[in-house]
């Protein structure tokens, strides 16, 4: 039987201590799987840890002593960052949960000129909170220990800029000090996934459902970002950010 895994940051790390399981926790344990004291659950902090757990009480507060630490080899060795026009319905929603079961390290959600969502101050930030707990839940299931942040949304000019510029948040290097390889997709590109060095760390960039205008593309090769092609035939946008990460994963990585 599956042991359920149940996502919560204030974890503490120390064996034997006693957590009470936040509301979204104590509900999924309590209403929907119904467990009962003495079940085991694991519990993992989002940063890598997690533990086994036994229910010590089950309802609105629900409580469990964590009995062991345990080793989770679930990353990819790769870093890739998913940039992501917003896509519209649950486009967007499935794409997410997939790239993070591909092994995804963080998401920009992107809006660009021909971007079918319109979104702006606590319209976007709610929809931001919303997208981060669908990638928890999606690490919850596939057996993900690091979950991937959501970053705010911003445009596509603004990102780009920032690339130029070395200003903002879009650093040049993974947290562990590796180069990216900033690529996009491009129908008319010649170059192939499988043709990129191995650095092991890429910026992955993916259009709306309409494509990049014209200077919009032309901004991508300013700002860096090699173009590559998926093959003769045109994808939606859920489709290519996900065979991509798949190729990349595939032919860079661990699947």
Not at 117 to 128: M, S
Request: with cysteine.
């Amino acid at each position: 039987m599956r042991i359920p895994r149940i996502y919560d940051s204030k974890m503490q790390t120390q064996l034997g201590s006693e957590l009470q399981l936040d509301e979204s926790g104590a509900n999924h344990v309590s209403k929907v799987l119904r467990l009962k004291t003495g079940d085991l659950i694991r519990v993992f902090d989002g940063r890598g840890h997690e533990f086994e757990a036994s229910l010590v009480q089950v309802g609105k507060k629900t409580v469990v002593t964590l009995s062991h630490e345990l080793t989770n080899n679930s990353e990819s060795p790769l870093w890739v960052e998913l940039l992501q026009v917003i896509s519209r319905g649950d486009r967007m929603d499935f794409t997410l949960q997939k790239a993070v079961e591909l092994g995804v390290s963080k998401i920009i959600p992107l809006t660009s000129e021909r971007c079918g969502v319109k979104l702006d101050g606590e319209r976007a930030a709610k929809k931001i909170e919303s997208y981060q707990k669908l990638v928890i839940s999606a690490c919850e299931q596939c057996g993900r220990a690091v979950v991937p942040q959501v970053a705010p949304l911003q445009s596509l000019d603004s990102l780009l800029q920032e690339l130029q510029t070395g200003s903002g948040n879009t650093p040049t290097t993974t947290p562990d000090g590796r180069e990216f390889i900033n690529i996009t997709l491009d129908p008319r590109a010649t170059h192939k996934l499988t043709s990129l060095p191995p650095t092991k760390a890429y910026r992955l960039l993916i259009g709306p459902e309409g494509g990049f205008s014209a200077d919009e593309v032309q901004q991508t090769l300013a700002a860096g970002f090699t173009g590559v092609t998926l093959g003769p035939r045109i994808l939606r946008t859920e489709t290519t950010a996900l065979v991509t990460l798949s190729i990349l994963g595939s032919h860079f990585g661990d699947l």
